[in-house]
């Protein structure tokens, strides 16, 4: 099996790391991750500037590449360039730094490198964990993450995209039986805009935020805050199918 992995994080980034070593004991391994944190880049793509990809890495099961660019950019090259006669079976993303919940998702560059599968009809998994920096905590995590690869996309032949999310709970309880099969939720934040400086011509802006708890009942940020492991299918379309007749009989009533 040959398995792509990226993030948002960069190639460097603890938990792409401790992943891609637990993978590497089942699957051959190709790593095309940002040379440096790109957090929140969501799906955009490089146009202006070219991209350079440097080899970091080539032993046993596994080969490293960096990349000037985006979560995006790093799986275009690796799709249409680098593993085009080679094609990845599935495409690993993360383990993120962070929580990859809920509305969150639009911003995610974790998401965005999973959601590339679709241009190669391949399937794919988004993995994100809230913030921690514990190995030991990092290590269950990632054998619980090889666990679900088994059993979804290689035992079951899952073909879709799979977004998980594990919270920072006792690693003895990171296992399946703690894992939520959730839809996505609206994640809301508090003080996201925030002012650094303002001069007379001119206000500096920092933007962050910090997530409000809650969620709706049901949703993956509401478990995630209850110290469960979430499971979100995730499609790329986002027509409102709900609402297309409605749409279209407006559109009638104006001709």
């Known amino acids: 099996m040959h398995i792509l992995m990226t993030n948002d ?13 637990e993978i590497r004991k089942m699957a051959r391994v190709t790593i095309i991750s940002p040379e440096k944190g790109v957090s929140s880049c969501s799906n955009a793509l490089t146009l202006r500037k070219p991209l350079r ?6 032993d046993k099961n596994i080969t490293v590449y960096s990349l000037n660019g985006t979560t ?17 079976d599935l495409i690993v993303s993360g383990m993120n730094d962070g929580y990859n919940t809920g509305s969150d998702c639009l911003y995610s560059g974790t998401v965005a490198g999973a959601m590339e599968s679709i ?27 090889v666990q679900i ?24 309880k990171l296992n399946e039986k703690q894992i939520k099969i959730a839809p996505l939720g609206l994640q809301p934040y508090s003080n996201i805009v925030q002012i650094n400086k303002k001069e ?10 910090e997530p409000l708890n809650g969620g709706t009942k049901g ?14 299918p ?15 009989q407006i559109l009638k009533q104006n001709q």
Not at 53 to 58: D, V
Not at 200 to 209: A, H, K, N, V, Y
Not at 238 to 245: F, G, R, Y
């Open 72 to 88: 995006g950019d790093c799986c275009k090259i690796a799709l249409e360039y680098i593993l085009k006669d080679d094609l990845p």
């Open 219 to 232: 949703t993956d940020v509401y478990w995630t805050r209850k110290g469960y492991i979430t499971l979100t």
């Open 149 to 172: 690869i088994q059993k979804y996309f290689i035992k079951q032949h899952y073909s879709g995209i799979l977004n998980m999310n594990i919270p920072c709970i006792e690693t003895k």
């Open 53 to 58: 990809l440097k080899k970091k890495k080539e």
């Open 9 to 21: 994080d960069g190639y460097r980034s603890p938990g792409l790391r401790i992943l891609a070593e």
């Open 234 to 248: 995730l499609q790329w379309n986002q027509t409102d199918k709900e609402n297309m007749e409605m749409i279209e």
């Open 119 to 145: 241009f190669a009809g391949i399937p794919a998994l988004a993995v994100s964990t809230e913030h921690h920096k514990e190995e030991i905590f990092l290590q269950a995590a990632a054998k619980l993450t």
């Open 200 to 209: 007379q011509t001119e206000i500096e802006f920092i933007m962050s935020g």
